[in-house]
């Protein structure tokens, strides 16, 4: 039997997880000599490499002298906690990464109590050590106690420390030592992480936890092999979560080496690959021998807390910048992302409408940024939070969040969440005049919160939040202070018309922008919405001006991401996404119709 490691890397958003699955990759020699190596290899999609943050769950094999490590690298947001749960299930040791200055996120806390409950033995790596205000010594002391809180056994909390600076492939067991490379790492993987359970001469069980799409041979579903081995071509049968049982053939089985796939003719316990051929494959499902079906336990998969509508877009200026306009195409799009994306659920509402459920803001502006990017056009409504009746008592999601602000600006922002409903548990100082401050609060308050939190701090604080648990609703929660500036005639923005709009309030457009009757060109100053025309011009007389007055000096516009502006809609408004803008509108782009449904 091959000697085989298993683990996964976990780490909050921008501690570093995946620059140091690079540095295992170099340093192991798997990539050979002459190959270019992008930097955070693992980050595949664009979107990540865009934003530094690791959205699906990726893996590779790295070999170690004569042991194969298989690494998973799991995203870091709470947002994507169904992924982190179903990973954990497939290793048998967790290399938890911190930052040397950060210390304890809440988004490391959410995965260490899981791993804990599941039995894992953690690795700590200390990571950006060569940071000026890095306190290695404090953050270990903080691991220790947060395993020490969720009941970690001895053998847990006796864990391996090692410090890092992975960026540049450096790391120590001991922070007073020389600095060494990362061979301590591969040592301590092999020591520390117990081998595989399971045997080559039981039946062949295997189970999966993510899911791949390819053109070409359909839906790959990855797994750990649990025991027995099995072979390309054999008769398995694939045993469903719900009972039913699928007899079928592997017509391809893939294995990985470094971030390449190759084809396998055989695979044995203990391994991570992939295998094709079942086109009803899903998470959590069990393959398994056809003489002796045995399943495994389904994986429990986080629900969502979160819905949006997507809906065709049927504004005046739909059709005119996007490829896939028709509610088929973005039915096929958006049930080919339910595909492997188990995390979120879809569900049409109506002609055109479909319902589409996630963990947080994060993956539905995700999913449709790759889709803006893929040529579709549509629109979005405005965040729900889901609501649950447990026991017959109405009941909404609570987030545990935890901020970083400046100790002068405090006072503002707990005020700003007492008005949301936020209850404080605990303030610490964190050094360098910053306070970390956790709250419990309902998820709903948070939406639109994280633009008003940057603006309150200055841009200096920063945020976190994770799913708490579900409990009875809290009433309601103060939303947007301010109305929307909505133009009333469709047409170019003119540069004259928003010079004299800008004293209003705040304008999201610039010149030359296409406008329609409907769309909101900008935030009002009031709490009220306010008709304007924007394209008017300036009236021409024969009279010879001066030129005093030809001086127009425009404040430049506030610029609307996609995320932004989804925070920022009310109930009553849509984002309009296509390929090349973002545009936010009312539901009823006449004002006699916007009359009509306010007296509703």
């Given at each position: 039997m091959q000697k085989i490691r298993n683990i996964a890397v976990i780490a909050h958003v921008d501690h570093g997880k995946t620059t140091l699955v690079d540095g295992l990759l170099q340093q192991s020699g798997t990539f050979g000599e002459h190959e270019q190596v992008d930097e955070r290899a693992m980050d595949s999609n664009a979107l990540?490499?865009?934003?530094?943050?690791?959205i699906l769950s990726k893996n590779t094999a790295i070999r170690y002298k004569d042991y194969k490590i298989n690494i998973i690298d799991t995203p870091g947001h709470a947002d994507f906690g169904g992924e982190v749960e179903r990973v954990l299930k497939m290793v048998d040791g967790v290399l938890v990464l911190v930052d040397a200055y950060e210390g304890v996120m809440p988004q490391t806390k959410f995965v260490v109590k899981k791993m804990l409950q599941l039995g894992k033995k953690p690795i700590v790596v200390v990571n950006k050590i060569d940071k000026p205000s890095a306190e290695p010594d404090r953050v270990v002391d903080e691991m220790f106690d947060l395993f020490a809180d969720m009941d970690a056994d001895e053998d847990?909390?006796?864990?391996?420390?090692?410090?890092?600076?992975?960026?540049?492939?450096?790391?120590?067991?001991?922070?007073?030592?020389?600095?060494?490379?990362?061979?301590?790492?591969?040592?301590?993987?092999?020591?520390?992480?117990?081998?595989?359970?399971?045997s080559a001469e039981n039946p062949f069980q295997a189970q999966i936890f993510t899911l791949d799409y390819d053109n070409y041979v359909g839906k790959i579903g990855i797994a750990r092999i649990f025991n027995g081995k099995v072979k390309k071509g054999e008769n398995v049968t694939l045993a469903k979560a719900d009972g039913e049982m699928v007899k079928g053939k592997i017509s391809k089985l893939i294995g990985f080496h470094g971030l390449n796939r190759m084809e396998?003719?055989?695979?044995?316990?203990?391994?991570?690959?992939?295998?094709?051929?079942f086109e009803t494959i899903d998470v959590g499902d069990t393959l398994c021998d056809s003489e002796n079906p045995q399943a495994l336990d389904p994986l429990h998969i986080e629900e969502p807390t979160l819905t949006v509508v997507f809906s065709v877009n049927d504004s005046p200026l739909a059709g005119m910048e996007g490829k896939h306009v028709t509610a088929n195409k973005l039915r096929d799009r958006l049930e080919s992302e339910m595909q492997t994306n188990v995390a979120m659920k879809l569900e049409t509402v109506g002609e055109g409408k479909f319902k589409v459920s996630g963990r947080g803001e994060l993956q539905i502006t995700v999913l449709a940024e790759n889709m803006r990017r893929e040529g579709y056009e549509f629109g979005i409504s405005r965040p729900e939070v889901i609501v649950k009746?447990?026991?017959g008592v109405k009941c909404e999601p609570f987030e545990h969040l935890v901020i970083d602000v400046p100790e002068d600006l405090s006072g503002t922002v707990i005020e700003r969440l007492g008005k949301r409903k936020a209850e404080m548990?605990?303030?610490?100082?964190?050094?360098?005049?910053?306070?970390?401050?956790?709250f419990e609060i309902p998820a709903r308050a948070l939406i639109g919160f994280r633009g008003q939190f940057l603006t309150d701090t200055k841009g200096e604080g920063v945020m976190n939040h994770s799913f708490l648990e579900f409990r009875p609703y809290s009433g309601s929660v103060e939303s947007r202070s301010y109305g929307a500036l909505i133009s009333m005639e469709n047409g170019e923005a003119l540069a004259y018309s928003l010079f004299n709009l800008q004293d209003r309030g705040v304008l999201f457009i610039k010149p030359q922008t296409k406008v329609y009757e409907g769309m909101i060109i900008g935030e009002h100053s009031r709490a009220n919405d306010l008709t304007v025309n924007p394209i008017k011009g300036k009236a021409q007389s024969n009279v010879r001006s001066s030129g005093a007055d030809e001086a127009i000096k425009l404040v430049p516009p506030r610029d609307m991401s996609l995320e932004r502006a989804l925070e920022w809609i009310e109930d009553d408004e849509l984002l309009e996404v296509t390929p090349e803008n973002i545009r936010i509108r009312k539901k009823f782009l006449k004002e006699h119709e916007r009359k009509r449904a306010s007296r509703k």
């Open positions: 990540e490499k865009e934003r530094g943050i690791t847990q909390l006796d864990f391996p420390v090692i410090y890092a600076a992975a960026r540049d492939g450096i790391a120590k067991t001991d922070i007073d030592a020389e600095d060494g490379d990362f061979s301590c790492i591969f040592e301590a993987i092999i020591n520390e992480v117990p081998e595989p359970e399971g396998i003719d055989e695979a044995e316990a203990g391994d991570i690959v992939a295998f094709a051929g009746e447990i026991e548990k605990s303030m610490v100082p964190m050094g360098q005049g910053f306070q970390r401050i956790e």
